[in-house]
C-alpha cells in the first residue's frame, strides 16, 4: 500500500487487504480504514493501552448497555477491565460498508462486525455489531474521534 499510513497486520497480505477495502479504494479512503484496523490489531493482543490509543486524546467511546467513555484514559481503564474479565481472549473483526470523506481531516465510517470469542474465526449471532466511526486527522495520522455500535441482527443481544 502507498499511502504513507502504518496499516497494523489485523489482514494479513495484499490480497486479503484488497478484499478488505472493497470498493473504497482512493489513497484516501485506505487512510482513513486504518483505524479499524489499527483497533482490529491491538484487540487481537487484548491491548487495552493500543485500543486506547486508536482514539484521539479526547474521543469518545459509546457501546450497548449504557456504556460511554471519554478520553483515552477511561477507554483504557474500560478495556483493561474488559480483557481481564468477559472479553479476555477474544478478538474482532469487521467490514467497511460506508466511508465518507467530510473534510480533508475528517470522515464518517460505517463497519459491520462483531467480537469474536476466543478461538473463533466467525462472530456469533449474539455477538454481532453496527458501528459507527468518525475520525480525524490529528498531526498527519486518522485517529478516532467518536465510536458507537449497535447489535446487528436477529440474534444479536451483545451487553457489555
Same mark, same amino acid.
Given at each position: &500500500?502507498?499511502?504513507?499510513t %502504518?496499516?497494523?497486520?489485523?489482514?494479513?497480505?495484499?490480497k486479503?487487504?484488497? @478484499?478488505y477495502?472493497?470498493?473504497?479504494?482512493?489513497? %484516501?479512503?485506505?487512510? $482513513?480504514?486504518?483505524?479499524?484496523?489499527?483497533?482490529?490489531e491491538?484487540?487481537?493482543r487484548?491491548? @487495552?493501552?493500543?485500543?486506547?490509543?486508536?482514539?484521539t486524546?479526547?474521543? $469518545?467511546m459509546?457501546?450497548?448497555?449504557?456504556?460511554?467513555k471519554?478520553?483515552?484514559?477511561?477507554?483504557r481503564?474500560? &478495556?483493561?477491565?474488559?480483557y @481481564?474479565?468477559?472479553?479476555?481472549?477474544?478478538? $474482532?473483526?469487521?467490514?467497511?460498508?460506508?466511508?465518507?470523506?467530510?473534510?480533508?481531516?475528517?470522515?464518517?465510517i460505517?463497519?459491520?462486525g462483531?467480537?469474536?470469542?476466543a478461538?473463533q474465526?466467525?462472530?456469533?449471532?449474539?455477538?454481532a455489531?453496527?458501528?459507527?466511526?468518525?475520525?480525524?486527522?490529528?498531526?498527519? %495520522?486518522w485517529?478516532?474521534?467518536?465510536? %458507537?455500535?449497535?447489535p446487528?441482527? @436477529?440474534?444479536?443481544?451483545?451487553r457489555?
Open positions: &500500500m502507498s499511502t504513507g %502504518q496499516v497494523a497486520p489485523a489482514i494479513d497480505g495484499e486479503a487487504l484488497d @478484499a477495502y472493497g470498493s473504497f479504494t482512493s489513497a %484516501q479512503e485506505k487512510e $482513513v480504514l486504518t483505524v479499524p484496523l489499527r483497533l482490529v491491538a484487540w487481537s487484548n491491548d @487495552a493501552a493500543g485500543v486506547a490509543n486508536a482514539f486524546e479526547d474521543g $469518545v459509546i457501546l450497548p448497555g449504557d456504556v460511554f471519554k478520553g483515552r484514559d477511561e477507554i481503564a474500560f &478495556m483493561a477491565a474488559a @481481564a474479565g468477559p472479553f479476555k481472549g477474544t478478538g $474482532v473483526t469487521g467490514r467497511p460498508v460506508d466511508v465518507r470523506i467530510i473534510a480533508d481531516d475528517a470522515a464518517l460505517r463497519t459491520h462483531g467480537i469474536l470469542a478461538g474465526t466467525e462472530i456469533a449471532e449474539e455477538l455489531v453496527r458501528s459507527t466511526w468518525v475520525v480525524v486527522k490529528r498531526d498527519g %495520522q485517529q478516532l474521534a467518536g465510536y %458507537q455500535n449497535s446487528r441482527g @436477529a440474534g444479536a443481544t451483545l457489555w
